[in-house]
């Protein structure tokens, strides 16, 4: 089954415990972004990937790394999470440069204490 | 003025009436547009792209494009109360890899 997959899926943790949320996928996508969903503020990119060892920012990159060694994987880590780092976190991929074909993973609640 | 905007709802909306969200832009360079379904809980979906101006049909969906005006809808014909979900706008500039979200409307179909 073509899936993006996260984990965890939830995570409670406190101010400044590194952390890392993986995320995969088994469709051989080139394209890979991490998203956060806050009320109010909706989806804002992370990071993207267009392919491995090829990472940019995205609108909202502070406090957070990427890194993309192989390509179905997509780390995104916090070296020091912080209270405003509580969110709801997904993953994406997609095939081509289009985004007609982005699947998301089922997301990774986070909540830093 | 935000990149994506739209009407946070809830619209309410009986069932087997026509929804209809709207969605406006500030950046004129944009090419691509996109209607995501969230259901709550849950991750985004794609339903629906649209690049040229006019209409584009799926099935009960009807996506259109207005980019002298700068606005992106999206129809939703004989609702149903599984169309009942927030519907997220999106907008890409071709090239760029942003993709820039709208924060949502909540669509509550009434049985």
């Known amino acids: 089954e073509a899936q993006v997959t996260q984990n965890p899926r939830y995570l409670i943790t406190v101010t400044g415990k590194k952390l890392t949320v993986t995320c995969s996928q088994n469709m051989n996508h080139e394209y890979m972004s991490w998203y956060r969903q806050d009320p109010g503020l909706g989806l804002r990119q992370i990071y993207y990937?267009?392919?491995?060892?090829?990472?940019d920012k995205g609108d909202v990159p502070e406090g957070y790394k990427v890194s993309r060694k192989e390509k179905r994987n997509f780390p995104l880590i916090l070296e020091s999470p912080s209270p405003n780092q509580t969110s709801l976190y997904f993953c994406?991929?997609?095939?081509?440069?289009?985004?007609?074909?982005?699947?998301f993973g089922p997301g990774t609640r986070l909540t830093v204490l | 003025q935000k990149e994506v905007e739209q009407n946070s709802g809830p619209l309410s909306v009986p069932e087997g009436a026509i929804a209809s969200l709207n969605c406006t832009y500030s950046d004129r360079g944009s090419q691509s547009f996109f209607w995501y379904r969230q259901y709550s809980g849950k991750s985004p979906e794609l339903i629906m792209f649209?690049?040229?101006?006019g209409d584009k049909e799926d099935g009960r969906f009807t996506a259109q494009l207005n980019k002298a005006s700068q606005y992106v809808s999206l129809l939703i014909r004989d609702s149903q109360p599984s169309d009942s979900a927030t519907y997220l706008c999106a907008v890409n500039l071709f090239g760029n890899e942003k993709l820039t979200f709208g924060t949502g409307t909540r669509l509550t179909i009434i049985p």
């Open positions: 994406a991929s997609r095939f081509g440069s289009s985004y007609n074909e982005q699947f």
């Open positions: 649209i690049y040229s101006n």
């Open positions: 990937s267009m392919n491995v060892e090829v990472t």
